[in-house]
């Protein structure tokens, strides 16, 4: 999804045929699935899904990459059970499907989350990363959560805030050059104006020949020519919540 209001045409991809390491618990009112490293860690990090829904094998491979890499990563159920988009709907129906899902209302689920996080985990460093419809939301968090360190947005823009310029925290923000969802005249215009009003360190870096999901949606393995930027764009996600984690 492109942003808060605008439909999303886009495509399942490549959906991984991946168990996860983890285990779903339930947080609250929130189910999560809960992925921790070997060693003990006070870092974490919020893994936010796209439209396919907190159970898509291909999230919890990502949130097991950030658990092999020294995070423990949660990834919310943040429809709170309603049921997920699906290759099969019908996009003409996306709006009204949206309507109870927004991705700017967020905020009691991620209280909740944090509040395990730094209570039940000891967790005293905290990231988001986010794709698409989550990509929305991590970009939203950075606006609303100082006590957030770090986030990473993955094809997703808030365009509808006036203050979406003024993040609080440093935000990486991934794009695909040939994303039908994310123009690059709308990238562009973020990071112009970021330039502009952003107090705190950011950056928009824009993979050549992508297309959009191609950060966890893509296979590397089924997708030689993608490869490169697809393990690229992966390691600047962990190279971005090392450097301010």
Same mark, same amino acid.
């Given at each position: 999804m492109a942003n808060e209001e605008k439909p999303c045409p886009c495509d399942i991809g490549d959906r991984m045929e991946y168990g996860g390491l983890g285990q779903e618990m339930q947080i609250e009112h929130v189910k999560v699935y809960v992925v921790k490293p070997a060693v003990k860690t006070d870092k974490a990090v919020i893994v936010i899904q796209d439209i396919y829904g907190w159970q898509l094998p291909n999230t919890r491979y990502m949130a097991d990459m950030l658990s092999s890499n020294g995070y423990i990563a949660v990834v919310p159920d943040f429809f709170l059970g309603k049921e997920p988009w699906s290759p099969s709907h019908d996009w003409s129906k996306f709006q009204e499907w949206l309507e109870d899902k927004k991705p700017t209302k967020i905020n009691k689920e991620v %209280?909740?989350?944090?509040?395990?996080?730094? @209570? $039940?985990? =000891?967790?005293?460093? #905290? &990231? +988001?990363? &986010?794709?698409?419809?989550? &990509? /929305?939301?991590?970009?939203?968090?950075?606006? $609303? !959560?100082?006590?957030? $360190?770090? =986030?990473? +947005? /993955?094809? &997703? #823009? /808030?365009? @509808?805030? @006036?203050?979406? !310029? $003024?993040?609080? +925290?440093?935000? *990486?923000?991934?794009?695909?050059?040939? %994303?039908?969802?994310?123009? *690059?005249d709308q990238v562009k215009v973020l990071e112009e104006h970021l330039q502009e009003k952003c107090t705190v360190n950011f950056q928009v870096k824009i993979f050549p020949g992508q297309t959009h999901g191609f950060v966890h949606r893509k296979r590397e393995d089924i997708n030689p020519a993608d490869k490169p930027f697809i393990q690229e764009a992966r390691t600047d996600m962990l190279n971005w919540l090392k450097k301010y984690m």
């Open positions: %209280d909740a989350v944090m509040k395990y996080l730094r @209570e $039940q985990c =000891g967790a005293t460093r #905290i &990231g +988001s990363v &986010g794709f698409c419809w989550g &990509g /929305v939301a991590t970009h939203y968090l950075a606006l $609303q !959560y100082p006590d957030i $360190q770090a =986030g990473v +947005s /993955v094809y &997703g #823009i /808030v365009r @509808e805030r @006036e203050d979406r !310029y $003024q993040l609080k +925290s440093p935000t *990486l923000f991934i794009f695909a050059e040939n %994303d039908a969802v994310i123009p *690059l």
